[in-house]
């Protein structure tokens, strides 16, 4: 399945409502002037978010936000890479913050991410179906996805009106 089109056509939230209803996995890419963005669905939940120039791996996101010194994820990674140690255990190692917490950053990097894409009236999207996610992807994927129409309705109700296209 493929799916290309002008969101002016067809919302997001109608966007969120087939992939989730078809339980597709894949990329959803969007295009507008106030943006660009990208979605990872897995088995119809959202995996993971991004917005052009928003922090794309736990460097960009614990850094910036102060969880963590640039050096101590550097370290993890690295860690993680020769040692398979999961990256979530070398950066509770080397920083002291949680796997739950580190999921939770995630989760509210995803939920921005997508917000901000509900606000995104006009532009373009196409969806590939996809079994993998991709490798830069990875980082900040949830373990668990998160129902597409709870992020509806959530932008909905903080008021962006790209949420009432469904």
């Known amino acids: 399945m493929s799916l290309v089109g002008s969101l002016e056509d067809l919302g997001l939230g109608d966007i969120f409502q087939i992939v989730s209803l078809s339980r597709k996995s894949g990329l959803l890419l969007l295009r507008s002037d106030q943006?660009?963005?990208r979605i990872v669905f897995r088995d119809g939940l959202v995996r993971a978010a991004?917005?052009?120039g928003e922090p794309e791996d736990l460097?960009?996101?614990l850094v910036p936000g102060g969880f963590a010194a640039a050096d101590q994820v550097e370290e993890a990674?690295?860690?993680s890479r020769e040692s398979g140690v999961s990256l979530d255990e070398a950066i509770a190692e080397r920083t002291g913050i949680p796997a739950e917490r580190l999921d939770s950053l995630?989760?509210?990097h995803v939920e921005r991410a997508v917000i901000?894409?509900?606000s995104w009236r006009a532009g373009e999207f196409s969806f590939e179906v996809r079994s993998e996610?991709?490798?830069r992807d990875v980082e900040l994927a949830l373990p668990f996805?998160?129902?597409?129409?709870?992020?509806s309705m959530e932008a909905a109700r903080l008021g962006d009106e790209g949420g009432d296209d469904s």
């Open 35 to 37: 943006g660009d963005g």
């Open 50 to 52: 991004y917005v052009k």
């Open 59 to 61: 460097r960009g996101l």
């Open 77 to 79: 990674v690295e860690v």
């Open 106 to 108: 995630r989760r509210e």
């Open 116 to 118: 901000a894409m509900f």
């Open 133 to 135: 996610i991709e490798d």
């Open 145 to 151: 996805g998160i129902n597409p129409q709870y992020l």
